[in-house]
């Protein structure tokens, strides 16, 4: 099936590069002390474009995909191999771990909740499975 643009299985890791890291870093940097969001596209548990995306919320403790960048995203990935694995967003001030709000609001169980925290000097990635339930799997982040 060529036009499914996310995942059906869960990954068991999530590869990202030095360099992707630092775009991440780099955007939730810039973007603090609000939320920054994106996403992030690739196959085979392999990141290949990072998508920044704006957060409609402008908030300091949650966060919207503003949705026609998204769909933008998605349109972008229909005629490739490549599907979303990942949806990132920064946490400024507290740990690389899923809010309740997070939770609430993950409705893509087979995609990876990528996590930056800066809370401390160097910033935390966390990658997490969400499912319908709202039970949190720690999904490796393999920096490649
Ligand atoms: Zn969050």
Redesign the pocket.
């Known amino acids: 099936m060529k036009n499914q643009s996310v995942s059906f299985e869960p990954p068991e890791r999530l590869h990202l590069t030095k360099k992707q890291q630092r775009q991440i870093v780099d955007h939730c940097q810039a973007e603090a002390p609000l939320?920054a969001c994106g996403l992030l596209s690739g196959r085979d548990e392999r990141v290949k474009t990072v998508h920044k995306m704006t957060n409609v919320d402008e908030s300091e403790?949650?966060?919207m995909m503003e949705p026609k960048e998204q769909f933008e995203v998605f349109k972008s990935l229909r005629d490739t191999d490549d599907v979303v694995l990942s949806i990132y967003?920064s946490?400024p001030e507290t740990e690389a771990y899923?809010?309740p709000?997070?939770k609430r609001l993950a409705f893509y169980p087979t995609t990876v909740y990528l996590?930056v925290s800066l809370a401390d000097e160097k910033p935390v990635f966390r990658g997490f499975i969400i499912d319908e339930e709202d039970n949190v799997t720690e999904v490796p982040i393999i920096t490649t």
């Open positions: 939320e403790e949650h966060y967003h946490h899923p809010s709000e997070d996590i």
